[in-house]
């Protein structure tokens, strides 16, 4: 069974920092593009950053860039995404997913998906 388990969302004060990581099992981790996606209240799915399968190349929205490092450690089957400077307008539920960045944002589609971490950002 394949699992991508998201945590170290919470409440975080505006200028403030949070790390996120997402657990993967049951699939060959190294192998796979990986991404992560949040949906703000009210809105639709938003890409946020993608890696790809071996680290090196990295993507990054507009809204992000400069804020948000992905990372991934292949030997842990683990993705995370630091968050700094965090703004009220980063709250989200934030998902991990298989996939590459310009992958369709479908949570019902063929790529893998985790069930989301909750990111709240106050002022």
């Known amino acids: 069974e394949v699992q991508l388990v998201e945590s170290g969302g919470g409440l975080v004060q505006t200028g403030g920092s949070l790390r996120l990581s997402c657990a993967a099992s049951g699939i060959t981790f190294s192998s796979y593009d990986m991404r992560w996606v949040r949906q703000a209240p009210g809105k639709g799915l938003e890409r946020v950053s993608g890696?790809?399968?071996?680290?090196?190349?990295?993507y990054y929205s507009g809204s992000v860039k400069g804020r948000f490092t992905i990372s991934r450690d292949n030997a842990k089957n683990t993705l995370y995404l630091q968050m700094n400077s965090l703004k009220t307008e980063d709250t989200a539920v934030y998902y991990c997913?298989?996939?590459?960045?310009?992958?369709?944002?479908?949570?019902?589609?063929?790529?893998?998906w985790g069930q989301g971490t909750q990111v709240t950002v106050s002022s």
């Open positions: 890696i790809v399968s071996g680290g090196g190349t990295k």
């Open positions: 997913a298989t996939g590459g960045y310009y992958s369709d944002l479908d949570l019902t589609g063929s790529n893998y």
